[in-house]
């Protein structure tokens, strides 16, 4: 089948045909999938969080709340390996695995391929790709491994930071830089000793609203859905210009750190045959203006 074929099947409900658009856009062939698109939007969640914090069981406790409202659900769970590896695909199709015959979820891994920020570049096109698709809400999970996650808050919103009791998650979550962008702060396992006392010291941190969480019971999920829910009613178009924008600037940067010139334009700067500000003004195509010289 050819692309606008793909389409149409995924629009009445093939996994299979959805899994093969998918790697298209993780592929050379990106434009043309974007290309054979109505425009369409949805709701997309972040969640991110260091390793071990719950995020995946968090995942499969959410998806099964959206789909008790009678929702699609996508999963992209962003994985930093290789995408042959199964990596973070494998590891939710374990946490997810009440839903995995649902055909009204998909599961999908997403491999990092190097870009910058901890998402990969594809993750805009198959947010687009999803909401072309009829899918009403795409739980994007991203790898938690610190200061690369803050990207998230560009596609997502909200962003749910996802922390431990005790351990030092929020201390943690403070130096990677995460509670800047956190437009939620869950603690998870807060049937475990210290959950009160990490509360208290998020608190002291952060003005963010803080809910407490057992996602492997269910236990809390409700005001989760709510408080996410509440978040994207509070949204604007200021707000999604402003994410829009950085979607940009993060690619464009991925792209230039593939520029042909850059490597010359690197030696022509440490021999002093020219300065960085002449060299990042032709990397970009464009002219200094006086004032930057």
Same mark, same amino acid.
């Given at each position: 089948m050819n692309i606008a074929e793909l389409v149409s099947v995924a629009r009445g409900g093939s996994l299979r045909a959805t899994g093969r658009l998918l790697s298209l856009v993780e592929s050379s062939r990106r434009e043309e999938v974007l290309a054979a698109l109505d425009p369409a939007t949805t709701r997309v969640v972040g969640l991110t969080g260091p390793p071990g914090a719950g995020k995946s069981t968090t995942v499969g406790a959410l998806t099964g709340a959206y789909r008790k409202k009678g929702m699609r659900v996508a999963v992209l769970a962003v994985d930093p390996s290789s995408p042959y590896s199964g990596g973070a695909l494998l590891g939710d199709r374990i946490r997810m695995s009440d839903h995995i015959n649902d055909p009204d979820v998909l599961i999908r891994s997403v491999a990092a391929r190097g870009h910058l920020g901890g998402l990969a570049a594809a993750v805009p096109a198959a947010i687009r790709l999803l909401a072309a698709l009829a899918y009403d809400v795409i739980l994007l999970e991203t790898v938690g491994v610190g200061q690369s996650e803050i990207e998230i808050a560009a596609v997502a919103d909200p962003t749910v930071v996802i922390l431990n009791p005790g351990a030092g998650d929020a201390i943690q979550a403070a130096k990677a830089g995460l509670l800047e962008v956190a437009d939620l702060l869950v603690v998870n396992k807060a049937d475990r000793d210290g959950a009160d006392q990490t509360v208290r010291d998020l @608190?002291?941190?952060?003005?963010?609203?803080?809910?407490?969480? *057992? +996602?492997?019971?269910?236990?809390?999920?409700?005001?989760?859905?709510?408080? &996410?829910?509440?978040?994207?009613?509070?949204?604007?178009?200021? @707000?999604?210009?402003?994410?829009?924008?950085?979607? &940009?600037?993060?690619?464009?940067?991925? @792209?230039?750190?593939?520029?042909?010139?850059?490597?010359?334009?690197?030696?022509?700067?440490?021999?002093?045959?020219?300065?960085?500000?002449?060299?990042? +003004?032709?990397? *970009?195509?464009?002219?200094?203006?006086?004032?930057?010289?």
């Amino acid at each position: 089948m050819n692309i606008a074929e793909l389409v149409s099947v995924a629009r009445g409900g093939s996994l299979r045909a959805t899994g093969r658009l998918l790697s298209l856009v993780e592929s050379s062939r990106r434009e043309e999938v974007l290309a054979a698109l109505d425009p369409a939007t949805t709701r997309v969640v972040g969640l991110t969080g260091p390793p071990g914090a719950g995020k995946s069981t968090t995942v499969g406790a959410l998806t099964g709340a959206y789909r008790k409202k009678g929702m699609r659900v996508a999963v992209l769970a962003v994985d930093p390996s290789s995408p042959y590896s199964g990596g973070a695909l494998l590891g939710d199709r374990i946490r997810m695995s009440d839903h995995i015959n649902d055909p009204d979820v998909l599961i999908r891994s997403v491999a990092a391929r190097g870009h910058l920020g901890g998402l990969a570049a594809a993750v805009p096109a198959a947010i687009r790709l999803l909401a072309a698709l009829a899918y009403d809400v795409i739980l994007l999970e991203t790898v938690g491994v610190g200061q690369s996650e803050i990207e998230i808050a560009a596609v997502a919103d909200p962003t749910v930071v996802i922390l431990n009791p005790g351990a030092g998650d929020a201390i943690q979550a403070a130096k990677a830089g995460l509670l800047e962008v956190a437009d939620l702060l869950v603690v998870n396992k807060a049937d475990r000793d210290g959950a009160d006392q990490t509360v208290r010291d998020l @608190r002291a941190e952060t003005d963010v609203q803080i809910l407490k969480l *057992v +996602a492997s019971t269910g236990e809390g999920i409700d005001e989760l859905v709510d408080a &996410i829910e509440a978040h994207q009613r509070a949204d604007t178009p200021a @707000r999604r210009t402003a994410r829009a924008r950085s979607q &940009i600037l993060s690619l464009a940067q991925t @792209r230039l750190r593939t520029h042909p010139s850059l490597a010359e334009l690197a030696a022509a700067v440490a021999d002093g045959r020219t300065d960085p500000y002449a060299a990042a +003004a032709q990397l *970009v195509g464009e002219q200094m203006e006086p004032s930057t010289q």
